[in-house]
């Protein structure tokens, strides 16, 4: 993201939404680090990082419509949960497992939901949101409703999956009203981009299925927006679907239990360092009038502040009752081989 150019397209974006889309962003990178400092502490058994993601997600929350839009997340994808409106104390639970969370404390951590958000509960499979999502799309257009659309995000390594292009052709084949959001880190864990794939630009797949496809910035937080925006108005309108990849970078390790440094260079992560879209865009308010650095300062407070009362609150609250391991497990009864009801016939 270029911070020193006069010329500023901010795609209409109030100081308001300005200041939102950075405070999503910091409110990403300082919750993620609480993650891994529970994880060390031995208080959590798992946590993720999508430290170098916070532009692509905040601008892509941005761009979501609560209350109609459906969003089919990935495991890394935090930032853009709390921009659609997940509270930090939401996430705490999952991170605790306790009976709180919205899945009751069962689901693998980061793997939110809330019906409310309309955001979706996905699995571990690499892939499996994407027909998830497209069934989800199929849904709203057989029903006939209007003015929505189904978001789904992915990283690079899941564009290598079958169900990837099953999903994107299904999806083209009957114009459905979804966007496809690649986050480009270009790590499928320890497998770097040029390993994976000879066309190293993945927006360029969508002609092969007859959809648009396009590439953006994703260490800029605005251009994201813009692009997501887009793609939703299509999509919303009866446009079809669109591929949108958002190149940026996966600064820490793949999750906790990875250790990045048999893979990669420390030289190389600080390189990508220097496009760090959390304190470049910070630094843009600043340089642009919208914020004080004064202002910057007690907004990270703010943020570190929340956080810890939702790290102390969520610790507090007990994990789900033994008793509750069947329950919502199945439709009927937990043991349905002990059901008198006669089998089914083959």
Not at 23 to 45: D, S, V, Y
């Amino acid at each position: 993201m270029k911070t020193d150019s006069s010329v500023w397209n901010r795609e209409g974006l109030s100081d308001e939404q300005l200041v939102t889309l950075l405070r999503t962003m910091l409110l990403h990178r300082l919750l993620e680090a609480r993650g891994f400092q529970l994880n060390r502490q031995g208080k959590i058994p798992f946590a993720s990082a999508g430290e170098g993601h916070e532009a692509v997600q905040a601008g892509a929350a941005l761009a979501f419509t609560r209350g109609k839009d459906i969003f089919f997340p990935y495991y890394r994808d935090v930032g853009l949960n709390l921009g659609i409106g997940l509270s930090p104390y939401e996430v705490m639970l999952s991170l605790f497992g306790r009976a709180a969370d919205h899945s009751g404390g069962r689901q693998f951590p980061h793997h939110y939901a809330s019906r409310a958000l309309g955001i979706a509960t996905i699995s571990s499979i690499i892939a499996a949101q994407l027909s998830h999502a497209v069934g989800a799309a199929y849904a709203m257009q057989l029903r006939g409703e209007r003015d929505r659309a189904v978001l789904t995000t992915f990283g690079d390594g899941c564009t290598s999956e079958g169900e990837w292009h099953e999903s994107l052709n299904f999806a083209a084949v009957h114009r459905l009203p979804v966007v496809f959001l690649c986050e480009n880190n270009q790590w499928a864990i320890s497998t770097p981009l040029q390993h994976q794939m000879a066309q190293p630009d993945i927006w360029r797949r969508a002609e092969g299925y007859g959809i648009p496809g396009r590439s953006v910035d994703g260490f800029d937080p605005i251009a994201c927006y813009a692009a997501v925006r887009e793609a939703f108005d299509r999509a919303r309108s009866g446009g079809g679907p669109t591929l949108v990849e958002a190149k940026c970078y996966r600064y820490l390790a793949h999750t906790t239990d990875d250790d990045d440094r048999t893979y990669r260079s420390r030289e190389e992560v600080a390189a990508a360092r220097q496009h760090d879209p959390v304190p470049n865009f910070e630094q843009l308010l600043i340089d642009r009038g919208l914020l004080s650095a004064a202002s910057a300062t007690a907004l990270k407070a703010a943020i570190l502040n929340e956080i810890n009362e939702a790290t102390d609150r969520a610790e507090a609250m007990p994990y789900p009752a033994a008793e509750e391991l069947y329950a919502r497990v199945t439709a009927d009864a937990h043991e349905p081989w002990r059901s008198s009801s006669p089998p089914h016939s083959i």
